[in-house]
C-alpha cells in the first residue's frame, strides 16, 4: 500500500505562488511516475504535470506550461509543484497521484491518490 499526503494550498492573490509538496510513504517511491491533477468545482479532473519514475523527465499542461514546475526529491520520497503567476481559473483541489505504468498523462492508469489539497486563487 502507498500512501499520499499533499499539502501546500491555500488562498493567494492572482500573480502569487505557492508551492505544493506530496509525501508518499509505504513503497519504493523511486518504482513509481507521479503526478498532479486538479478538478474544479463542476468540472472534470484534469492533469497538470507528471514527472516519471526514472530520469525524471517532465510533462505540463498547455495551461500551466512556463507557470508550473513540477519536480521529485527520491531522498525525501517527496513530489513537488511549484505555481507562480497563478491565476483565478488556476482554482481549484489539486491531488498528487501515483502510477506504476509508463504513461503519465492518464488519471486512470494512477493506482495511489492523495486525498487534495484546495488551491483559491482570488483576482
Known amino acids: 500500500q502507498v500512501q499520499l499526503v499533499e499539502s501546500g494550498g491555500g488562498l493567494v492573490q492572482a500573480g502569487g505562488s505557492l508551492r505544493l509538496s506530496c509525501a508518499v510513504s509505504?513503497?519504493?517511491?523511486?518504482?513509481?511516475?507521479m503526478g498532479w491533477f486538479r478538478q474544479a468545482p463542476g468540472k472534470e479532473r484534469e492533469f497538470v504535470a507528471a514527472?516519471?519514475?526514472?530520469?525524471?523527465?517532465?510533462w505540463h499542461a498547455d495551461s500551466v506550461k512556463g507557470r508550473f514546475t513540477i519536480s521529485r526529491d527520491n531522498a525525501k520520497n517527496t513530489v513537488y509543484l511549484q505555481m507562480n503567476s497563478l491565476k483565478p481559473e488556476d482554482t481549484a483541489v489539486y491531488y498528487c497521484?501515483?502510477?506504476?505504468?509508463?504513461?503519465?498523462?492518464?488519471?486512470?492508469?494512477?493506482?495511489?491518490w492523495g486525498q487534495g489539497t484546495q488551491v483559491t486563487v482570488s483576482s
Open positions: 514527472i516519471s519514475r526514472s530520469v525524471g523527465t517532465t
Open positions: 509505504g513503497r519504493t517511491f523511486s518504482e513509481y511516475g
Open positions: 497521484a501515483a502510477t506504476n505504468t509508463w504513461t503519465y498523462t492518464n488519471a486512470r492508469l494512477y493506482v495511489y
